[in-house]
């Protein structure tokens, strides 16, 4: 468990966890430098670390891709990206995000994206 | 890409690429492949194409096996030296902790606009230097690139 709950990037892994107990990776990263401030993975495939630095330049290439079709005012909410048998979840809050991946069968899109969206707000 | 060792005496051209500079002399008396250090260069040149310098460093003499800069003027035996410097102090220092701390696995310096890592092989013997503009990439993505090629 690569987390502490004492710290409120720790606490948003913990309710994330207790909302999703299914889940198979979560980690809340810090986008400057593409680290995970806590994360906790239930499949051995997913590494959260390696999920959240790569993770951070879909996130850094989105937010160019805005700046270059001017797109001022605007801000990433989330990112929902669907594979075959996962879905991917990027919940923006401020300079930091909430990875989140789940299995498609077993979560719907909806639920998880409500959780994240409950447990953004007490990320920053 | 073109790859050049220092021994072939060939004008360094930029043939759609920037080629390996290999440091002939200090292969020579390394214990290390030239094929495995290729490769690590070649690897990390093709994660991170925009990187600045790519160098790989024996621990012990401080010699510069390989490298790739985009730097001019750039010496790699003075940064070699200087890393290798880093490196074996740090492995001192975990060595005078008390307890185990455990192997060292890399070392971070992140700057205000470049980014510079240290890999260490897991032999301790020799380790990689690579230095990257921040707005290219980010620390983690660099360390997870580096990491998945010296394993």
């Known amino acids: ?124 | 890409m073109g790859i050049y060792a220092a021994t072939d005496k060939l004008p360094a051209r930029r043939a759609g690429g920037t080629p390996i500079k290999v440091g002939s002399a200090a292969l020579d008396t390394s214990e290390i492949s030239l094929v495995k250090v290729k490769k690590v260069i070649k690897q990390t040149l093709a994660q991170l194409p925009a990187l600045t310098t790519v160098a790989v460093v024996e621990v012990a003499t401080g010699n510069c096996l390989a490298h790739v800069s985009r730097l001019r003027g750039f010496d790699p035996a003075t940064v070699a030296a200087h890393h290798a410097e880093t490196v074996r102090q740090q492995q001192q220092a975990l060595a005078a902790l008390p307890g185990r701390a455990g192997r060292l696995d890399d070392i971070l310096i992140p700057l205000r606009k470049q980014l510079h890592l240290i890999r260490v092989a897991r032999n301790g013997r020799w380790f990689v230097y690579l230095a990257v503009q921040a707005q290219d990439t980010s620390l983690a993505l660099a360390r997870e690139v580096l990491k998945s090629i010296i394993v």
């Not at chain 1, 051995?44 to 330049?57: D, G, H, K, L, R």
């Not at chain 1, 805005?66 to 669907?82: P, V």
């Open chain 1, 1 to 124: 468990m690569a987390y502490s709950t004492n710290s409120p990037a720790g606490k948003v892994v913990q309710d994330v966890l207790d909302n999703l107990p299914g889940l198979v990776a979560v980690a809340v990263v810090d986008i400057t430098s593409g680290m995970a401030l806590a994360s906790h993975s239930n499949s051995p495939n997913i590494n959260p670390e390696t999920a959240a630095a790569y993770n951070t330049e879909v996130v850094k290439q989105k937010q160019k891709a805005m700046s270059a079709l001017k797109l001022t005012g605007e801000n990433i909410e989330d990112i929902l990206i669907t594979l075959t048998n996962q879905l991917h979840l990027i919940k923006l809050a401020g300079n930091k995000f909430i990875y989140l991946a789940v299995n498609a069968r077993e979560t719907n899109l909806a639920i998880a994206r409500e959780v994240l969206r409950s447990s953004a707000e007490n990320l920053n």
